[in-house]
Every structure is written in C-alpha cells, then in structure tokens.
C-alpha cells in the first residue's frame, strides 16, 4: 500500500482516484472546486479543497510523507507546471504529472515532473491500433520496441500445439497467456493446444509481432 497525493479532481483525476481505491491506497486528493472534491470523497482517504499553486496550502499538506505525487490538472498549463515546480521544491519523491500536449510534457519534465502521462495520446495510439484489425482485441506498449497483443488465433494455427508451431523460434515472440471466455490461462507450455476458441497474449518487438500476423 502506498500513499499518495493526488492534485487535480477533473475526469482523469476522478478516474485515478476511483482505481487507487479499488486497489487499496491511502490517497490525498486536491482540488480548488468544491463539488469535485465532495465527488471522490467515496474513494480517498483525505481530502482538501484548496490552490495547488499555492505554496503555503501545498506545503501544508506535507508532501515529502507521500510516496507519490500525481498531478491531474489538464486543463490548466500554467497550474500544472507551477503544482509539478512546487511539490519539487518542497520535496516530493516522486511526481506524475499529466500532459495534454507535446510541448507541455516537455515542460513539466523540465520543472520537475519524474514521469508523464499522457493520457489522449496514449489512448489515440491504442485506439488506431486496436481497430485497425480484426483480429486485435487489446494492445499495451512497453516502451518503445516491445509491447503486448491480444490477438486472435490465425487459422493456420488452430489445432496445433505451441511446440509444434515453434512459434519463439520462428517470429522472435512469446505466447504468455490464452483467454477463453474472459479468463486468462497463463499455465501456457509447448503442449498447450490453441483451438481458435481463445485470444493469445503474445509480447515481443513491435516489428516482429506486425510481421508475423499481418498487421
């Protein structure tokens, strides 16, 4: 379990709070607009109404005691680079702060931010990708070269085992897990035989992935 401060209640702050929730954090959440901060009260354990850029209220909240700082603001440029520049100042360990454009991620990095998100543009790569086949069904980069599919089966490949197909060998990829019905099986071995009735989760290099199933 972590703790973390969460700076900035829109949609995207809203939707991160609700999953660190779910996943049992200890979460501080920020917001200058009352009624977002009453619309997480559900799911944070703390929660305060006030101006990130604000140094005084920011210090108040003792950010070095966080693990993690995330900071949600989308809308306003100039708040998120001085919330991002702030928590550094005071100390934070680590801070997240979100990017709605190229240029901004650009300077929040240079003001202090650890990390990125970049949420439209993330979900617009795996929009195209997803929806440019048929036959993907879920894709997660991992950095630049590598990343997973969820992929149907090709019909070449039904009813023979992953031995058989030799499919590491052959295209340089990996099956990690099958899925049949919403249930991921990842006891996969050479002697796993693919009917066509589930999905694969293959991870390897991008190029080697697009290769071996057309994409």
Known sequence: MKSILLVGLGRFGRHVAVKLHELGHQVMAVDKQE??????LPYVTNAQIGDSTDEDFLASLGVRNFDVCIVGI????QGSLETTSL??????????????RDVHAKFLLRNGADEIVY??????????????????FDYIELGGEYAIFEIAVPDAWKGRTIGQL????????????????????????????????ETM???GKNKHIHKCFHL
């Open 74 to 77: 989308g809308d306003d440029f």
């Open 166 to 197: 030799d499919i590491r060998k052959k295209h340089n990829i990996n099956i990690m897990a099958t899925k049949r019905n919403g249930k991921l099986d990842m006891n996969v071995t050479p002697d796993t035989m693919l009917s066509g009735e």
């Open 119 to 136: 949420p439209e543009k993330q979900l617009a790569t795996w929009t195209a990708i997803r929806y440019s086949a048929d036959h993907i």
């Open 87 to 100: 928590l550094k100042e005071l100390g934070a360990k680590f801070v997240v702060s979100r990017a709605a």
């Open 201 to 203: 989760l293959v991870l």
């Open 35 to 40: 009624q977002r901060v009453d619309a997480v």
